[in-house]
């Protein structure tokens, strides 16, 4: 299994939904924090309001997959309403096939976009799916999150060899 992502963007509204619907995607997974919005916006912002429309205009479901608490996860969305999972425990598997289920997508035709290669790329591939990893909107500088990022390196230098970027 390979912590390499299938796509790699600078922000998740590189990923049209003419995008999504060209690689057959009914449904898309996604991280919240880091991802959409940084951690200290506790509502999604009209630029992720507008994005998510688009995808259901263009047939696409989405649900949230979070390993944040219920609080952070309910609160943004409470005006979206979409299926959503908080201590999710990425990159565990059981919360992305409940999210699949409440989207009615399979493996298939879901992908999962987060902003971290081991929770969100490796959760991606344990359940089968294709990913689209972001680079953090603000990341935080705790020791943990220092040395995930240190290995992550590698991970994105094999993406951009095999995608020659």
Known sequence: MTLVPEYYFKTFDEATADFLSSL????IILDI??????????VPGEHVVAWLRSLKEAGISAAFVSNNNRERVELFNKDLRLPAYFKAGKPFSKNIK???ADMGTTKENT????D??????LAAHMAGLRAILLPPINDKRDVITKVKRYFERPVLRKYERRNNK
């Open 98 to 100: 409940r999210a699949m």
């Open 33 to 42: 924090d880091n991802t959409l919005e940084p951690y200290e916006h506790p």
């Open 111 to 114: 992908i999962l976009m987060g």
């Open 24 to 27: 057959g995607v009914k449904g």
């Open 116 to 121: 971290q290669v081991f929770t969100d790329v």
